[in-house]
């Protein structure tokens, strides 16, 4: 049996080696997605059955789910063709049996040992353009992953390690930007190479038996902490449910219901209360679906290893029909909208189990907004970006002002990077007052952007959420403000027909577009607010006296909590 110091030393170096992919191709990448947002992630995973051995610290922990079934995706079509060799690299972008969407492609390389594969190295990017109808890819109108971009099944890039030129000519010629798809694409095989030579050094200095152990030992760990964990909560049924705005298609609302049942040291988390798969591309996959369980998880459970053993102790129940279980040629392109709810979801059902351990719902959009149009030489350029907003208040604090999407280590692309690579000006980058909601602990601030077109047209795409339905707060904190978007029209400021989603609008030199993103909820009532912490958000203009008048009880007669 492996010593604890062992075990110790291999989990970092084995972590180390996830690490490293994930900085090679942060570094190397083309497109500011990955290379400024880190929208990307490496991992090591089982020689068999695809699950989840490590995964790196700075990529997306939304892939430690999906990536599972990608590699498994892979594993399969290799047994099927029979010829699996040393060199070979698979890539794909296919969103049913890989999770996620078709911006993410995914590469996949075996990593042999003595003749027999050890395990599987995989990277995921977010490809700045693959085709389809819109620009950047998220097409808020899509009623079938067609009109998303190209889908490529699990084919080999690299054969015995020589490079298949006829898939790479494939590729390039189904995108708006091929010179930044090459870039991408050779950062991602850049980072396996990195990771085959890393892992030979680890394997040749501790041998293969001893690090072979050490991945089986933490994922029965995993497991062993979370059944414990699970243990301690409270057996019950205990249930929540939240709304997408619409579909983009009709402008109806779409349940994510949820029951979460504890028994014992076994978790149940049952979405049958969820809508049917819908016409427009807020579906999602079910490993997309179960991916964001994990997310939602490990936030309450920070502690958890980023490994497949976490999920041992966990039942999923979501129905085929549901738009969380979706098959082609159900559009999914919108799929981190609906990932953001069910791990609202899952927050909204803890806090009545375990309300020392969740926060407030954070903003819940990443608002995909692209540009795009021609140089006056002639020249695409293609302009996609996600923003940011609050995080929910929590059992020690305020909320996050303006951070990403809790569904990543993401970062929001600085503005000064997207000014430099596109024909666009920020007139306004601000904290929005008054968007945290209200509570003993009170959610982040959402943000204010507004965008001036520098060239002489381009064509506009938003792909948002939280125009409705506002992120909820907890355990009594009050509900964010909502998202809000306005584009010039005939001259006046305009919000789109579907609230949060607008496709196709065209936009001439001298317009600006504005964006105000919600905040999060908040934590706890806020007649529990600490006047010393209304009289510094005043101070530091977090929130307007209009606010306080309208969210809290008059100074005066405010509750004192220490």
Not at 417 to 422: D, N, V
Not at 526 to 541: F, H, N, P, S, V
């Amino acid at each position: 049996m492996i010593d604890p110091i062992t075990l110790a030393v291999l989990k970092g170096r084995l972590e180390q080696v996830a690490d490293e992919m994930d900085a090679t191709l942060f570094r190397s990448a083309f497109n500011p997605i990955i290379a400024e947002a880190h929208d990307a992630s490496h991992g090591l995973y089982h020689a068999v059955t695809g699950e989840t051995l490590v995964q790196g610290k700075s990529g997306l922990p939304i892939f430690v789910g999906a990536m599972a079934f990608a590699v498994k995706a892979v594993i399969d079509k290799a047994a099927k063709d029979g010829d699996l060799t040393d060199g070979d690299v698979y890539i794909f972008n296919d969103p049913y049996d890989g999770g996620t969407h078709l911006s993410d492609f995914k590469l996949v390389r075996p990593f042999f040992r003595n003749g027999k594969v050890f395990c599987y190295l995989a990277s995921v990017g977010h490809w700045h353009d693959v085709g389809g109808n819109v620009p950047g890819n998220y097409n808020p109108v899509a009623t079938e992953c067609f009109q998303e971009g190209m889908m490529i099944p699990p084919v080999r890039l690299y054969a015995a390690g020589k490079l298949r030129q006829d898939v790479v000519d494939i590729l390039r010629a189904n995108t708006r930007l091929p010179d930044s798809l090459y870039g991408d694409m050779n950062g991602q095989v850049n980072a396996l190479d990195l990771g085959a030579k890393r892992l030979h050094a680890l394997l040749d200095e501790y041998t293969d038996a001893t690090v072979a152990e050490a991945l089986a030992e933490l994922k029965a760990r995993a497991a062993l902490q979370f059944r414990s964990l699970i243990r301690d909560l409270p057996d019950g049924r205990y249930a929540a449910e939240d709304f997408l705005d619409n579909d983009g298609i009709r402008d109806e609302a779409l349940r994510i219901g949820l029951e979460v049942v504890i028994q014992g040291e076994s978790l149940t988390l049952d979405f049958t209360r969820t809508s049917p798969a819908c016409a427009g591309p807020v579906n999602i996959a079910r490993s997309t679906a179960i991916a964001a369980c994990y997310v939602a998880i490990k936030h309450i459970f920070p502690d958890v290893p980023a490994n497949s053993g976490v999920l041992e102790p966990v039942r999923f129940v979501i129905p085929e029909t549901s738009l969380i279980s979706v098959r082609a040629p159900k559009p999914v392109g919108g799929y981190t909208e609906t990932i953001l709810r069910v791990i609202d979801v899952i927050f909204s059902a803890f806090a009545q189990i375990a309300p020392d351990r969740v926060n407030g719902c954070a903003y819940g959009t990443i608002n995909a907004l692209s540009l795009a149009g021609h140089r006056k030489d002639g020249r695409r350029w293609v302009m996609f970006s996600f923003f940011g907003g609050g995080h929910g208040g929590h059992p020690n604090g305020d909320g996050l002002n303006h951070g990403n999407a809790p569904i990543s280590m993401a970062t929001i692309p600085p503005l000064e990077i997207l000014e430099a690579a596109y024909p666009v000006a920020f007139t306004e980058w601000s904290l929005r007052a008054d968007s945290g909601g209200a509570g003993k602990h009170r959610g982040g601030l959402g943000a204010i952007y507004e965008i001036e077109l520098l060239e002489e047209e381009a064509d506009l795409f938003l792909f948002g959420e939280r125009g409705k339905y506002a992120p909820a707060g907890v355990l009594g904190g009050q509900a964010a403000l909502r998202n809000r978007f306005t584009y010039p029209k005939d001259g006046k400021p305009t919000e789109p027909a579907m609230v949060s989603k607008l496709h196709d609008a065209k936009l001439k030199k001298g317009d600006r577009i504005r964006l105000e993103t919600p905040g999060g909820g908040g934590y706890g009532p806020a007649a529990e607010r600490r006047q010393e912490a209304i009289t510094e958000d005043l101070r530091l203009g977090y929130v307007t006296e209009e606010g306080v008048a309208r969210n809290y009880r008059k100074p005066a007669a405010m509750k004192q909590v220490p």
